[in-house]
Nanobody, 115 residues
Framework: QVQLVESGGGLVQPGGSLRLSCAASGFTFRLYTMSWVRQAPGKERELVAHINNDGSTTYTDSVKGRFTISRDNAKNTVYLQMNSLKPEDTALYFC?????????WGQGTQVTVSS
């Protein structure tokens, strides 16, 4: 059974940083592309970043240069380092494997950027 457990969110001031973590289990982690998805109130889910099993990465334009996705295959964990945070980054953040359409959604981790 696939499990993805997100952590590391919190309340931070604009310009601050957070590091999100996602512990994965129930599948062969190193073989999958992993992603971070966020959902802000009243908005659709947005794919923020993904990292392929070869380590190559892709980011949505709004976070390029500020966010960094990484993975540790030995720990079955994917990370999202978020710097220079803006109020518009406020959202519930989830990690997902790709493909993973049939996977359950975890609880996510809330990121709130506010002064």
């Amino acid at each position: 059974q696939v499990q993805l457990v997100e952590s590391g969110g919190g309340l931070v001031q604009p310009g601050g940083s957070l590091r999100l973590s996602c512990a994965a289990s129930g599948f062969t982690f190193r073989l999958y592309t992993m992603s971070w998805v966020r959902q802000a109130p009243g908005k659709e889910r947005e794919l923020v970043a993904h990292i392929n099993n070869d380590g190559s990465t892709t980011y949505t334009d709004s976070v390029k240069g500020r966010f960094t996705i990484s993975r540790d295959n030995a720990k079955n964990t994917v990370y999202l380092q978020m710097n220079s945070l803006k109020p518009e980054d406020t959202a519930l953040y989830f990690c997902r494997r790709l493909p993973g359409a049939g996977d359950s959604w975890g609880q996510g981790t809330q990121v709130t950027v506010s002064s």
